[in-house]
Nanobody, 121 residues
Framework: VQLVESGGGLVQPGGSLRLSCTAS????????VGWFRQAPGKEREGVST????????YYADSVKGRFTISRNNAENTVYLQMNNLKAEDTAVYYC???????????????WGQGTQVTVSS
C-alpha cells in the first residue's frame, strides 16, 4: 500500500499548481481522501477532504473557492487543484486515506511522503 504525491513546486502569488496523489496496492475510490499541509513551526492542518466515491467534498475556509479536490478512478489518483495561491499556502502537502472524511488527521491510515509547495515572488 503506497500513496505518492507529486506536483509541488515554486510558484508566484496568484499562480496555480495541481497536486496528484496516486495510490498503489489498493483502490482509492473505496476510501475517503484528505489533503493536509504543514508549514514550518505550525501544526498540520486539513485543507480538503473527499468521501469515498467522491460524493462529498469539504474545504477549509482558508482555501474555499481557490482549491478543488477531485478523483480520477481510472488512474487511481486524487488531485488538488490550487488556484490563486498565496504566500500563506506555502507548506508541505500530504494526502491520506481513511474510512470517512475528517479534519482529524489521526483518523487517516495511510499517508504519502509529502510534496513541497512554495508560493513566493
Amino acid at each position: 500500500v503506497q500513496l505518492v504525491e507529486s506536483g509541488g513546486g515554486l510558484v508566484q502569488p496568484g499562480g496555480s499548481l495541481r497536486l496528484s496523489c496516486t495510490a498503489s496496492g489498493f483502490t482509492m475510490d473505496y476510501y475517503a481522501v484528505g489533503w493536509f499541509r504543514q508549514a514550518p513551526g505550525k501544526e498540520r492542518e486539513g485543507v480538503s477532504t473527499m468521501s469515498s466515491g467522491g460524493g462529498e467534498t469539504y474545504y477549509a475556509d482558508s482555501v474555499k473557492g481557490r482549491f478543488t479536490i477531485s478523483r480520477n478512478n481510472a488512474e487511481n489518483t486524487v488531485y488538488l487543484q490550487m488556484n490563486n495561491l498565496k504566500a500563506e499556502d506555502t507548506a508541505v502537502y500530504y494526502c491520506a486515506t481513511g474510512r470517512n472524511p475528517s479534519w482529524d488527521w489521526s483518523r487517516y491510515n495511510y499517508w504519502g511522503q509529502g510534496t513541497q509547495v512554495t508560493v513566493s515572488s
